[in-house]
C-alpha cells in the first residue's frame, strides 16, 4: 500500500490564526495537499499557562524549543498583563477562508488554557458548557454544526468523551496512538471514532541532540507506516511560523517519496463503512517523549 498521512493543524492562539494559518494555507495549496485545521475559537489566554512552569520537564522543553521565539512575547502575556482577544470575533474571515480552500475544518477548542490545564478536573457540566461554547462560536462563522475535534494537549476523559458523543461527531483525535479505535474509559466504550496523532510533534524532537534539524525530517520518513494511516499534528505557531521552513522541506521530502496526503474526514468515512475493522480500545494518561506533563494514549 501506499504512504498514506493526514495533517491535523492546532491552532491555539490569535497571533497563530493571522499568521502561521495563512502561511500554512500557501504552503498546502503550493503543495498540493489536504489538511484539517483545528481552531481555538474563544479568548487568548495563553500567558496564563505560566503555571505549566511547575510540571517536570516544563523548563528543560522551553529551552529547548524557543517558546518566546516561536510564540512572541504578546502572545505569552496574553490574558495575564494583557487582555486575551477573541480569537474567534478577530480572525473568523481567516477561518473561512481555510474552509473556502477546501479544507476540512473543527474545533480545537474554546479557551485552550482552560482545557489544556483544567479539563481533567471539570465535571460534566463544566465540560459541556466549555465545549457547547466552542461549537456555537463555530456555527456562529461556518453557519454549521462542526464534524470533528481534537482536544488541547491530547486531555481528554470520559465527560468529554460524552459531550462529543452528544455532539455527533463524525470522529475525533484526542489522543497519540496507532491506529484508529472507538476509545473505552471505565468500562464504557464511547460511539464517537477516534483517529489518533500517530506521529510525534515537530516541538517533541526540535532541539534535542539526537535530533538535529538536518536529521528530522529523516526521521519522520523513516517513521512513516505502510499498514496504518500516518496521522501528523501541527502547530500554526510552530510549523506555520517559526520553523516553517523546516516543514516545508518535510513536505518536500514526502512528495519526493510519493507519499500520499489524505483528508482525515474521508479517512473516518472509509473507516466507518468497515465497522468490522475497527477495535476498542482502553483510553489512559502517561507521559510520552518530548512532552511536558501525560497526555491521553491508545491502550491495549
Known amino acids: 500500500m501506499p504512504l498514506r498521512l493526514a495533517l491535523k493543524v492546532d491552532v491555539d492562539t490569535d497571533r497563530g490564526t493571522r499568521e502561521g494559518v495563512p502561511n500554512l494555507l500557501a504552503d498546502c495549496r503550493e ?17 496564563r499557562a505560566i503555571t505549566r512552569v511547575f510540571r517536570p520537564g516544563f523548563f528543560q522543553k522551553v529551552s529547548r524549543t524557543s517558546v518566546v521565539q516561536l510564540y512572541g512575547i ?79 494537549g491530547w486531555q481528554s476523559n470520559d465527560r468529554s468523551r460524552t459531550v462529543y ?81 523546516l516543514f516545508r522541506a518535510l513536505l518536500r521530502a514526502c512528495v519526493l517519496h510519493n507519499v500520499r496526503f489524505i483528508r482525515l474526514d474521508d479517512l473516518a468515512r472509509e473507516l466507518l463503512a468497515r465497522p468490522e475493522a475497527l477495535s476498542v480500545c482502553d483510553q489512559r494518561q502517561e507521559e510520552i517523549d518530548g512532552r511536558s506533563g501525560p497526555v491521553c494514549v491508545q491502550g491495549d
Open 165 to 245: 458523543d452528544e455532539a455527533g461527531l463524525l470522529y475525533a483525535s484526542d489522543t497519540r496512538g496507532t491506529t484508529p479505535h472507538y476509545p473505552r474509559l471505565g468500562g464504557h466504550v464511547f460511539r464517537t471514532l477516534e483517529i489518533p496523532s500517530t506521529l510525534p510533534t515537530f516541538d517533541e524532537l526540535l532541539g534535542r541532540p539526537e535530533y538535529p534539524d538536518d536529521q528530522i525530517v529523516p526521521h519522520y520518513l523513516s517513521l512513516l507506516r505502510e499498514d496504518q494511516p500516518n496521522v501528523l499534528t501541527i502547530h500554526a505557531e510552530i510549523e506555520g511560523m517559526g520553523r516553517r521552513d
Open 74 to 152: 504578546r502572545t505569552l502575556l496574553n490574558g495575564t498583563l494583557l487582555p486575551a482577544p477573541h480569537i474567534g470575533r478577530r480572525n473568523a474571515g481567516v477561518m473561512r477562508a481555510v474552509r473556502d480552500a477546501g479544507h476540512e475544518v473543527g474545533i480545537h477548542c474554546y479557551n485552550h488554557y482552560r482545557w489544556q490545564d483544567h479539563v481533567q478536573r471539570m465535571d460534566l457540566a463544566a465540560v459541556r458548557r466549555e465545549f457547547d461554547a466552542a461549537r456555537a462560536e463555530f456555527r456562529r462563522i461556518f453557519g454549521t454544526e462542526a464534524r470533528t475535534a481534537g482536544a488541547p
Open 31 to 47: 503543495f498540493g495537499l489536504p489538511a484539517c485545521f483545528l481552531f481555538s475559537l474563544g479568548p487568548d489566554q495563553t500567558g
